[in-house]
């Protein structure tokens, strides 16, 4: 068991290690804050936990351990003495003490990829700010949340963000807090914030056909003429770029899990054939790759650094496709293809698969 000032926290499978005397606390645990709890009492072989919500109790073994009682003693001072935290100078304005510290970053930042303009656009909505309270499990009943200013739920919900990234066990430790904010937006959806609100800001697409035309243009801006389904290798390329410096950029497009399982080793084959590689995706798509990952039973800790992580080690680009804008987040490293591969590239290239954008 972990006890600290505001909660306390069950580790089922932690270990010692009797030789060096170190306790190796487990990944995963229960926690229990003080703030919920009535009261706490010990029975013949446990000790009962009464919760403040609906009179809800839960029981703990711990058999016929001596130190239960010391235990339940040390448990109870806390219920009764909380940490306490100095109230703010009397002159200084309530509205201060509570601000939010989440504050506007550049709109080329990214959290959960989308960018921090739209992450801020989430939080300043009521319906959003009122889901993260359910969200993030911000103490409290629903009628006490109900009845908090708008400044008061952000400066409640900022707590808990900050509580959760310091506490080892937690999902989000060590996470930026804007990162959880925009990842919980994300795992929001469909429970506490409609699909479609959720979506709409991460920019999702029914198909991935929907990034064609956007990457098209993209490519076009560049001085590159856009191309589609040409072979590289035994594989064909979604989108293929050519400029007359005997230049390819090859585009892979991704808008579903099961597409991407053979992301990476598509592409270790077109940086044989250009001098460039990208992946082109949603920030919806993005989202849901980190979710999917961070929910793994070997895992169970948000890494908001994996999908980058991955196509850099490839030396792979990222491509954010919002609806007809799209963003290079990450660039590519420059690829060191045969010369005879890329002219043989571009010398079969068929006008019948060059994209037409007019």
């Known amino acids: 068991m972990y006890v600290s000032d505001a909660f ?22 229960e926690e ?12 013949d072989d446990s000790i009962e ?41 009397a002159d200084e304005p309530a509205s201060i003490a509570t601000a939010p510290q989440i504050k506007l970053a550049p709109d080329d930042t990214r959290y959960c990829y989308i960018r921090a303009s739209k992450l801020m656009e989430y939080y300043s909505d009521p319906i959003v700010i009122s889901g993260l309270m359910e969200q993030l499990q911000v103490p409290g009943t629903t009628a006490t949340h109900n009845d908090m200013a708008e400044n008061e739920k952000k400066a409640a919900i900022e707590g808990q963000i900050d509580h959760f990234r310091q506490t080892p066990t937690s999902f989000w430790y060590e996470t930026n807090p804007q990162e959880i904010l925009a990842a919980s937006i994300w795992r929001m959806r ?18 991935e056909e929907d990034l064609l035309r956007p990457v098209a243009r993209w490519l076009q801006a560049g001085g590159e003429i856009p191309y589609m389904e040409i072979p590289l ?43 460039a590689v990208y992946l082109a995706c949603t920030p919806a798509f993005a989202a849901d790759y980190l979710e ?9 800790r948000w890494d908001a650094t994996l999908l980058d992580r991955k196509l850099k080690q490839g030396g792979y ?36 698969h060059k994209i037409d954008l007019d």
Do not use: W
Not at 32 to 43: D, G, K
């Open 292 to 300: 999917r990952n961070a929910e793994n039973r070997n895992v169970n």
């Open 49 to 89: 936990i009464i919760f403040t919500r609906a009179g809800k109790s839960k029981k703990l073994a711990t058999g016929n351990d001596p130190n239960a009682a010391a235990l339940l003693s040390k448990l109870r001072a806390k219920l009764r003495n909380p940490q306490f935290i100095p109230p703010s100078p």
């Open 190 to 207: 469909g429970v506490h914030l409609s699909e479609r609100v959720v979506r709409d800001k991460f920019c999702d697409v029914a198909r």
């Open 317 to 352: 680009g990222l491509l954010i496709v919002e609806r007809d804008h799209v963003f290079e987040v990450i660039k590519p490293l420059e690829q060191n293809p045969s010369e005879e591969k890329v002219n043989r590239i571009i010398h079969s290239l068929p006008a019948l």
């Open 233 to 275: 290798g035994r594989r064909r390329i979604d989108v293929l770029g050519y400029n007359n410096k005997n230049r390819l950029t090859a585009i892979e497009l991704k808008n579903s899990d099961e597409q991407f399982r053979r992301g990476p080793d598509q592409m270790a084959t077109f940086a044989e054939y250009a001098q």
């Open 8 to 29: 306390f926290a069950i580790c089922l499978a932690s270990s010692f290690d009797l030789a060096t005397r170190q306790i190796q606390l487990a990944t995963t645990a």
């Open 32 to 43: 229990f804050y003080f703030r919920h709890i009535t009261a706490i009492n010990q029975n």
